[in-house]
């Protein structure tokens, strides 16, 4: 077992490896940062000061070796524009992206699961009928047009919710709702299969036919089966979900690391960008992680595939 | 050559039905029986239809600017027109440049889901084919790009590569490529020991011959269901990168472009966000269902995973 | 089901707890006012960028020496309560007896010297200093007096010596902690300390008691990042903010229609132009489109241009409320503004057959005239850059032009044309009406960016102005230029940019500056 958690330790370090060369290179091979930062008046001299500022005028195998690096000690570089650490912008929008995606997959498990057990349950009803479909319309509908409309209805004709910012707490409804339907409606549709799967199974057609209360049988043996697969999936769909918040904080001006890599993107602050790809992808990796530990140390029956 | 024939049996109802006389009818016969598959595929030949033939329907041009009829509501009416689903900033007809959007989504999702999953198949193949520590530094190569969710990572590169219709085709289709990789690897490796592919071995068949003639027919499946629900993730990323002004840029009409327009006039013209959207989500719906389907048809193993 | 159970309890309890961290809205009594700013804002070293939007904000914060009156009749006393021309090289200025930092740090001759020498020399990554290349030699004579002497005599002295970068930072404080400890824990001079900042997203200044002249009347004045305009409109009307700029056209009736607030128009300070390749050996162009002949190079064309655009009907797509037609910014202190604003000549410039007649002089036959590539933003200042290009491509067509038309995001704009110089024939430019930068713009030597006519004659001229300082010389000096900007038609001159703002007039009373900056030293409550 512990050679397991070591194994797997050693992939993510590995992976995250690759996703260092990845980001790195598609980063500074793409232009040129410093015609960013300069004023449209510096001369070439001036340019290539600036260039020596930076560091920009070294080789770029030796760029990167500097960036990694400093990287493992928690140096990501300097914002060329907000002239402070990135990691550092970074952490203080942190908490707004997180408060977001946790009230977003809180509002995501507490409709899908429910829906999805009712919907496998009666299966081929009308009820079943509705629940898909609604499932499938949240798969269907992009998520920063789903915030423009609540906009236009709560904001613009109801004038109940702010349409922008983190200012009060009732502005995180609009956003966490946002996200929550479409990561809802991917759980739902997750939960229906893997229910219905175990719905077939010998075991549990035994529990029924030994007489076992039908809701028994349900939450004490197909449910807990069914969670595995629900489970690894809503770990995927952080990924979904860190990846939205980027669309669904730039639509409510919401101040959290979407909003900031937007921003950055757009002046080309290439190392708050690098930093924060490499965080999002660190993020990712790590909660999947955690995800599989707690599987094993929750579920005796499960050691490695 | 028994066992490998029932094996395949399943892929080959579908392969063979080309050659079959009776094929269409019994696509049709089984569609009828399917009402997401009906909805589907109705949808999404309305739309391919509508990519094709749009400029004979369209009620105006696209581009054809009104700049008295600025910003008017769904049933206006003029002397040059009249405008079902209201106009936008510069008086343009909203229907006619959702006519006219319908091209690009087809275009993008068409496109780079073919690039994407050809390479992603070969990727696949070539990984679960051969193994070994290739399989693992290609397979931790994959866990990587897999692991920056797409968005963000199409965003980043097209932020930085620049934007255009055809510069955001190959970014999608470069970047969609590993989710096939990592399906089709999985599903080589279940075939891969089946016995049909050792009886292949066993009759003197070349490394190349097998992996093309045996393995690929039997995994080629779970990739067009694949592609199918990607074809959807792709014309959703088009329309977020045009509306965050990372993606297609104007004259060329795109739903996420019309959208962000729509978001500066969101107080006052409600249509001009409202429709482009629904046009969205009812092409991506189309994609969905059909996905569905074909998933149900061809791939049962694979349900529930997309 | 443990697991679960689990991730929900996590979920939520991370939910609740961080909702601590969005901040308490204040309650305390104070008058409190909100700018909702578009952003990008820059770093609090005033010194290390030149983003006027930043500036703005900046100036709540720190003092300059003097600075520009807001209804651009002259210059004001901030740092200093006097200055004077010694001599035609040297100005004096005279600091306040006890003024401090908010730290409590003097600002006296040698913190003015220790600040201007810093921004005039390039040091690291600071950029600003090109433009105070003006400055010979910062000269302290006792605490509170202090020298600026100049290269040559120098007509605009006053406006470039409270332009950006003028701001006085602490010394002792910034040299302790160096830029980035700064940046986060600013200290200034100015009527305003910070209360909160969050990096490009909200920044909360409250009055000092002790600013030298008086506390400001607002207690606090926050900037609120919000980039979008829809969404600042829909923050005005939900009372979240007291003031935007750049209200979209459609919105405009639904704000005069609301209680308390109303829309002010004011002069936006900047020209929007095309600017049109006249030179093919400049910056990066050879390289860019090799052998490459611009159809703009002939004079004819721009002219046929010139006359082919209908200024009103850009205006109006533009989104200015009532953009004013003219070649020159209507804050213009000296007196050109009226004269080239002529409505009736403006009107006159758009004629498609007097442009049909310039083509055919270029030697076009009718209805073929050349291609010509123009390079837009999606968004200019103030209003839809995309828009405006689009009818001017049809109003082009119209007189026979065929035009191939480029829009970039702002950014790969800024980088992809505007910097090298690679525009190949039209590029749209938002320009600043400073009189001492807008010569500038046209000087053979102003070659990084390499969009100028060098013509020696109009050169002279512009170097002439720097540094005649009787008025009446100077302004005939002005009228010479004028006439060669018209000639050479360097520019395709469309309109200039109208702010249009919406304030929370209830409860505040604003008077937008003439000079376009949205800085609030000023403001007072309204009388209930």
Redesign the interface.
């Known amino acids: 077992m512990r050679g397991f958690f070591i194994s797997r330790l050693v992939q993510l370090c590995v992976t995250m490896f690759i996703i260092s060369v990845v980001v790195f290179f598609i980063l500074r091979l793409s232009g040129d940062p410093i015609l960013v930062v300069a004023p449209d008046f510096f001369s070439q001299e001036q340019i290539e000061q600036m260039r020596k500022f930076w560091g920009f005028d070294k080789p770029l195998g030796e760029q990167y070796l500097t960036f990694v690096t400093k990287a493992i000690t928690g140096d990501f570089g300097k914002s060329y524009l907000a002239k402070r650490p990135a990691m550092e912008l970074i952490l203080e929008r942190l908490g707004y992206t997180w408060m977001l995606a946790a009230a977003a997959a809180a509002i995501g498990l507490t409709i899908a699961i429910p829906l999805g057990i009712l919907s496998a349950l009666k299966r081929n009803s009308l009820l079943d009928l509705i629940i898909t479909s609604l499932s499938s319309l949240g798969t269907a509908m992009p998520s920063f047009w789903l915030g423009l409309m609540l906009i236009i209805i709560f904001s613009v004709y109801l004038r109940m919710l702010p349409a922008f910012g983190a200012l009060e707490p009732k502005a995180i409804i609009m956003p966490s709702v946002t996200l929550g339907v479409g990561m809802a409606a991917r759980l739902s549709r997750m939960t229906r299969s893997a229910m219905l799967e175990v719905l077939n199974q010998d075991y549990v057609r035994t529990a029924h036919s030994k007489g076992l209360l039908r809701q028994t049988v349900v939450m004490r043996h197909a449910l807990r089966n069914a969670l595995i697969p629900i489970v690894t999936v809503f770990g995927l769909q952080l990924g979904w979900l860190l990846g939205g918040s980027v669309v669904v904080e730039s639509v409510f001006s919401w101040p959290g690391l979407g909003r900031l890599m937007i921003d950055s993107i757009s002046v080309r602050d290439n190392t708050v960008v690098q930093a924060g790809l490499l965080f999002f992808a660190l993020s990712f990796i790590l909660i999947n992680y955690v995800i599989d530990v707690l599987y094993i140390m929750l579920d005796p029956r499960i050691r490695f595939q | 050559m028994d066992v490998q024939h029932s094996s395949q049996a399943r892929v080959g109802q579908i392969a063979d039905m080309p050659a079959r006389r009776s094929a269409p009818m019994r696509l049709l016969a089984i569609l009828l029986k399917s009402p997401v598959g009906m909805a589907g595929s109705l949808i999404v030949t309305g739309i391919v239809l509508l990519a094709f033939f749009g400029p004979l329907i369209s009620p105006q041009d696209p581009q054809g600017r009104n700049l008295r009829a600025r910003f008017k509501a769904p049933g206006y009416t003029d002397d040059i027109g009249s405008y079902a689903l209201g106009t936008d900033q510069l008086g343009r007809d909203i229907l006619s440049r959702i006519i006219a959007g319908s091209r690009v989504s087809v275009l993008v999702g068409v496109v780079s889901v073919l690039i994407s999953g050809t390479l992603g198949v070969i990727y696949g193949l070539i990984s679960g084919f051969v193994g070994g520590i290739l399989d693992s530094v290609l397979m931790r190569i994959v866990d990587g790009l897999l692991a920056i969710p797409f968005i963000i990572l199409v965003i980043a590169i097209s932020g930085v590569v620049g934007a255009g219709l055809s510069t955001l085709i190959l970014i999608l289709g470069f970047t969609g490529w590993t989710t096939y990789a990592r399906v089709i690897r999985g599903e080589v490796l279940k075939v891969r020991e089946m016995e049909y592919v050792i009886a292949a071995y066993a009759l003197g068949q070349n490394r190349l011959k097998v992996m093309l003639l045996h393995i690929m027919p039997n995994v080629i499946s779970s990739a067009i269901v694949l592609a199918a629900v990607q074809v959807g993730v792709t014309i959703l990323a088009e329309s977020s990168l045009s509306f965050l002004g990372l993606g297609v840029k104007p004259p060329t009409v795109t739903w996420g472009l019309m959208l962000s327009d729509g978001r500066q006039y969101i107080n006052s013209a409600w249509w001009m966000t409202a429709y482009p959207g629904i046009a969205i989500t009812i092409t991506v719906l189309g994609v969905v269902f059909l996905g569905d389907w074909l998933r149900d048809l061809l791939d049962p193993n694979v349900r529930g995973r997309a | 089901?443990?697991?679960?159970r689990?991730?929900?309890i996590?979920?939520?309890v991370?939910?609740i707890g961080?909702?601590a961290?969005?901040?308490a809205?204040a309650q305390d009594g104070m008058t409190e006012f909100v700018y909702a700013h578009s952003?990008?804002i820059?770093?609090m070293?005033a010194h290390?960028?030149?983003y006027g939007s930043t500036h703005h904000l900046l100036n709540l914060y720190y003092d300059c020496l003097i600075w520009r009156a807001a209804d651009g009749s002259g210059y004001v006393p901030q740092a200093a309560h006097a200055w004077e021309n010694v001599d035609p090289t040297t100005w004096r200025f005279h600091l306040r007896e006890g003024a401090t930092f908010h730290n409590g740090e003097p600002v006296d001759a040698e913190a003015v010297k220790w600040n201007i020498d810093r921004v005039r020399h390039?040091i690291?990554?600071i950029?600003l200093y090109?433009q105070w290349a003006f400055v010979k030699e910062v000269v302290v004579v006792d605490d509170l007096t202090v020298d600026i002497i100049s290269n040559a005599p120098h007509a605009y002295f006053e406006n470039d010596v409270s332009y950006n970068g003028c701001e006085l930072l602490p010394p002792d404080y910034f040299e302790e902690v160096g830029?980035?400890e700064f940046?986060?824990n600013p200290v200034g001079s100015g009527p305003y300390t910070l209360a909160e900042l969050?990096?490009?997203?909200?920044y909360v200044f409250e009055a000092w008691d002790d600013y030298h002249s008086g506390r400001p009347e607002v207690d606090r004045v926050i900037y609120?990042?919000?980039?979008?305009?829809?969404?600042q409109?829909?923050?005005l009307?939900?009372g979240?903010v007291d003031l935007i700029k750049g209200v979209?056209?459609?919105?405009r009736?639904?704000i005069e229609g609301a209680d308390g607030l109303s829309l002010l128009t004011e002069s936006g300070n900047r020209m929007y132009h095309y600017y049109a390749r006249v030179d093919t050996t400049s910056g990066a162009f050879p390289e860019t489109f090799p052998d490459y002949e611009p159809a703009t190079l002939d004079i004819n064309v721009r002219k046929a241009i010139t006359h082919a655009l209908d200024r009103h009907?850009l205006a109006?797509?533009h989104g200015s409320a009532s953009a004013r037609l003219a070649r020159v910014c209507s804050y213009y202190p000296e007196g050109f503004a009226d004269k080239y604003a002529d409505p009736d000549v403006i009107s006159e410039w758009y004629d498609p057959d007097k442009a049909k007649e310039y083509l055919a002089a270029a030697g076009y036959a009718d209805g073929e005239g050349p291609t010509l590539y123009l390079d837009t933003p999606?968004v200019g200042r103030g209003g839809?850059a995309?828009?405006v290009a689009?009818?001017a491509a049809?109003l082009l067509e119209d007189v026979g032009f065929t035009v191939d038309?480029?829009?970039?995001?702002?950014?790969?704009f800024?980088?992809?044309v505007?910097?090298?110089g690679n525009n190949r024939e039209l590029m749209l430019a938002a320009l600043g009406c400073g009189p001492a930068l807008l010569p500038l713009f046209y000087q053979c030597d102003?070659s990084?960016?390499a969009y100028s006519v060098c013509d020696e004659d109009w050169d002279a001229i512009a170097d002439a102005i720097q540094v005649t300082i009787p008025l009446d010389e100077r302004l005939e000096l002005w009228e010479q230029w004028w006439e060669h900007y018209i000639d050479l038609t360097q520019t395709i001159t469309l309109f200039e940019i109208t702010d249009v703002m919406a304030l929370n007039s209830a409860e505040f009373d604003f008077t937008p500056r003439k000079d376009g900056w949205m800085t609030f030293r000023d403001l007072k409550l309204a009388d209930m």
């Open positions: 089901m443990k697991i679960a689990l991730l929900l996590a979920s939520l991370l939910v961080s909702l961290i969005i901040p809205t952003g990008p820059r770093p070293d290390s960028h030149w390039p690291g990554d950029p090109q830029q980035e940046n986060r969050s990096e490009n997203d909200r609120q990042v919000i980039p979008e305009p829809s969404a409109v829909a923050a009307l939900a979240q979209p056209a459609p919105d009736a639904t009907l109006e797509v999606v839809s995309k828009e689009e009818v049809a038309l480029t829009v970039r995001d702002a950014s790969a800024a980088v992809e505007q910097r090298s102003w990084a960016v």
